[in-house]
């Protein structure tokens, strides 16, 4: 399975990004995905998750009521709108898609949020 996120830039606090992550080479309905980010000099962190059907979903509490991801199987392609856009979003964003035993993960996309 390969991934490829879209969508990065340079947004201003309080607006809003669309990133998505086209994949290709398997069938993404198998596979539950997610969105992860790294800002400069931390560690990797979560943000959002979204079973494989797409009826569930989980966000950390940092992007909660900010945040949505959400998935179209038949593009086989997922989504992260980011809304109310903070500095501290400030990342490279990643989307990897997994099922026991497989992790795949996409190249990352910068965002960053300036005035």
């Known amino acids: 399975l390969q991934l490829v996120e879209s969508g990065g830039g340079l947004v201003q606090p309080g607006g809003s990004l669309r990133l998505s992550c086209a994949t290709s080479g398997s069938t993404l309905e198998e596979y539950a995905t997610g969105w992860h980010r790294q800002a400069p000099g931390k560690e990797r962190e979560a943000v959002a998750c979204i079973s494989s059907s797409g009826r569930s979903t989980n966000y950390v509490d940092s992007v909660k009521g900010r945040f949505t991801i959400s998935r179209d199987n038949a593009k086989n392609t997922v989504y992260l709108q980011m809304n109310s856009l903070k500095s501290e979003d400030t990342a490279v964003y990643y989307c990897?898609?997994?099922?026991?035993?497989?992790?795949?993960w996409g190249q990352g996309t910068q965002v960053t949020v300036s005035s």
């Open positions: 990897n898609a997994f099922v026991v035993p497989n992790n795949y």
